[in-house]
């Protein structure tokens, strides 16, 4: 069964860093595209950041040259550096996986963990 726990979310300040971590089970991570998204209030979910199974990364105009995506597949976890961290970064952020599990004949999301980015 899938299952992806986040965690590192907290509150920051703008300018600060944080580091994101999802650890992944149930399928083979090594095999998987692995992306980062996030949700703020009112708006729908978006990516921001995604590394394929063979390394390749894309990024969110919006996060480029801030965000790190990297990933260890001896642990089965990929995270997120946050680095100059702004208002407009505030959301909550998941990972999963490409593509993503269907469990139930929906979509399978973690819980998430929650970035604010306040003085």
């Known amino acids: 069964q899938v299952q992806l726990v986040e965690s590192g979310g907290s509150l920051v300040q703008p300018g600060g860093s944080l580091r994101l971590s999802c650890a992944a089970s149930g399928f083979t991570f090594s095999t998987y595209d692995m992306g980062w998204y996030r949700q703020a209030p009112e708006k729908e979910r978006e990516l921001v950041a995604i590394i394929s199974s063979g390394d390749g990364i894309h990024y969110s105009n919006s996060v480029k040259g801030r965000f790190t995506i990297y990933r260890d597949n001896a642990k089965n976890t990929v995270h997120l550096q946050m680095n100059s961290l702004n208002a407009e970064d505030t959301a909550v952020y998941y990972c999963?996986?490409?593509?993503?599990?269907?469990?139930?004949?929906?979509?399978?999301w973690g819980q998430g963990t929650q970035v604010t980015v306040s003085l």
């Open positions: 999963n996986r490409v593509p993503r599990a269907i469990v139930d004949g929906t979509e399978y």
